[in-house]
């Protein structure tokens, strides 16, 4: 078969080099005949000064030495080439190193109709990520089907780990959204104009959110579906994304998805019925620079839910043994923001001979999935959080980066000269290494 080893960086990230002018297509499917086989994994340890519940004491997290360490996600991916035109792709996610909780709900006559189940196997997560039939037609013009990449906000389009400097996901995002986010549905997208102007877009039709997973803590995260055999389809979401390319090393992206029933998606399908419509609106823009001195990023997210408190009142109510939180107030609105800068210390010195890859970095984030309530809801203040995280990522290969850093979040209420903060801050220094890269190709 001629195998070859190869390690390169993902299509997504030579978007900000000198091909970003190429259309997407080729973007993603050149450079190889027949198959591609690779992934990317992250490992991570993390050493707090805070108890992991927030909620524990009238001041916020508890003072507590508490140490992590966790493969957060090892994800395996593969793509095949059938022809020059139809393209078979699949991504399997490992999170946490486990198999995941298994749920059921029961459907027969009795006490137990409409009752959830569930058996633990063992913690974590194994998922398809992504699984679909791609037919490439025109650069302007193609058609995806499958389990695909929702591509919402920042991190969602571009999760791989060399594409954020934290050795973790941004905290806005992964908090408010499922982090990956793939749904099951129809995509149409494609590369349009070129030079000065040159656009890609993506347009889908996917399953959409599931209101039973909404919470107080995480708004709409948990309203990806997939808990079950079947999504629920009775009530879409339609999503867009349009990115700008036309600049050497820049990309500025937003992105629209709206549901006009989450309510409709639920398990049990009366639940909702008595609210009428419970429409959901996200919107995002972001942006990235690249040189060869620095990498730029930053990135907003704002969302909104229409009947929240509807939806609060019956989630609470779902069942003692529901695989959902739970936990009301949901908002109406959630809000996130960050903005990051790396500099790339070895551009400074290009003639000191084998001089480390090492890019120090700042990033401030803020996120509140609890931004507005609906009507006279009261919101809970301890779940709006501002962050600072300075570290340090080296890579010793282009595939594999080893990263540092140190974050502190304020909780709650700013913080005002002269006043003690309402909550106790948060501190952690972390330490991760993450690889990606195409392994094997044809």
């Known amino acids: 078969m001629n195998l070859r080893l190869n390690f390169l960086l993902p299509a997504l990230l030579l978007a900000s080099t000198a091909s970003a002018q190429l259309p997407v297509t080729e973007l993603e499917y050149g450079g190889w005949e027949r198959y591609r086989l690779g992934g990317y994994g992250e490992m991570v340890a993390s050493f707090k000064d805070y108890g992991q519940n927030r909620w524990a004491t009238p001041h916020g997290s508890s003072r507590l030495n508490h140490n992590t360490i966790a493969i957060p996600r090892m994800v395996v991916a593969g793509d095949y080439k059938l022809n020059q035109k139809w393209i078979l792709g699949v991504e399997v996610e490992f999170e946490a190193g486990g198999t995941g909780i298994e749920y059921e709900m029961e459907s027969g006559g009795g006490a137990e109709n409409g009752e959830y189940e569930q058996e633990m196997e063992k913690g974590g997560e194994v998922a398809l990520e992504q699984f679909h039939i791609t037919r490439l037609i025109v650069p302007e013009l193609n058609v995806r089907a499958g389990h695909m990449i929702v591509p919402v906000g920042l991190t969602n389009t571009h999760h791989e780990p060399v594409n954020f400097f934290g050795t973790m996901r941004p905290e806005g995002e992964t908090t408010l959204m499922p982090s990956t986010w793939h749904q099951t549905g129809l995509e149409l997208f494609g590369t349009v104009g070129r030079g000065m102007a040159t656009f890609d877009y993506r347009a889908m039709v996917v399953a959409g959110a599931n209101a039973d997973g909404f919470n107080k803590y ?3 995260k948990g309203g990806k579906q997939g808990l079950f055999e079947q999504d629920n389809f009775t009530c879409p979401a339609w999503v867009f994304r349009l990115d700008y390319r036309g600049v050497k090393g820049l990309r500025v992206g937003g992105s629209f998805y709206f549901c006009n029933d989450v309510g409709g998606n639920s398990d049990k399908l009366v639940t909702y019925e008595s609210y ?3 429409p959901l609106r996200i919107f995002s823009l972001d942006a990235q620079y690249e040189n060869r001195y620095v990498t730029a ?8 839910l229409n009947g929240a408190n509807g939806i609060s009142k019956e989630i609470g109510s779902l069942g003692k043994n529901n695989p959902y939180s739970g936990k009301a107030y949901v908002a109406k609105e959630a809000l996130t923001y960050s903005a990051e800068v790396g ?3 070895r551009s400074f010195f290009p003639h000191v001979k084998n001089f480390p890859a090492i890019m120090p970095f700042a990033h401030y984030e803020y996120y509140n999935p609890q931004e507005k309530g609906e009507g006279s809801a009261v919101m809970d203040d301890r779940c709006r959080v501002s962050l600072w995280t300075v570290g340090l990522n080296w890579r010793p290969l282009p595939n594999l980066v080893v990263k540092a850093d140190y974050t502190t979040r304020q ?11 309402q909550y106790n801050s948060e501190s952690e220094f972390s330490l991760g290494v993450a690889y990606v890269g195409w392994f094997f190709k044809k």
Request: no cysteine; proline share 4%; net charge positive.
């Open 297 to 304: 990023r930053a990135n907003w997210v704002r969302g909104s």
């Open 218 to 220: 995480n708004w709409i």
């Open 411 to 421: 909780i709650g209420e700013k913080r005002v000269f002269g006043t003690s903060p």
């Open 276 to 278: 009428g419509r419970l």
């Open 343 to 345: 500099v790339n210390v």
